[in-house]
């Protein structure tokens, strides 16, 4: 057993894995919150889904007197409160999957700006755009020949435009 631990202190050359590094800062900050599991703040995305992530994250958890449970407060924009407010019990139900139990009984929303005050200068991640790039000249030069019989200026720019993105769309 003891060779096995030297093999891997060799192996690692002294280095170690940064989240090993921030472990205890996280869950020190997180306890602060009252996030009594650190993984909710570090994989909401995985938790919660990619379409929620993109709009929300969790601020904190109040562990009230009213009995079994606690609250999570979850920020978000204005714009994307009532959509959140519909999707309430499948976040709680998400989040007490991550808990093992029934760890939350309440969701609470609040709103702010992306930069607001202090807890709301959360930088909401946009909806990822697609990643196409400029046509190539071969495809331009087809599509302005396409357009090129047309007499307003305007209109054979957005011809142009729309043939180039047509010629360049992949094939099925």
Known sequence: MARQGSREIHRKRGFAHASSLLQARIRRVG???GFAVSRLLTHWAEIVGEDIAR???PVD???GREG???TLTV???GANAPMLEMQKEALREKVNACYGYAAISRVRLTQTAPTGFADGQAEFAPA???A???PDPVVRAQAAELSADVQDDGLRAALEDLAANVLSRPKR
Do not use: H
Request: without cysteine.
């Open 31 to 33: 306890e602060k919150r």
């Open 55 to 57: 709009i929300a994250r």
């Open 61 to 63: 958890v109040k562990y």
């Open 68 to 70: 079994f449970g606690a």
């Open 75 to 77: 920020l978000t924009t």
């Open 128 to 130: 990822p755009k697609s």
């Open 132 to 134: 196409r790039s400029a």
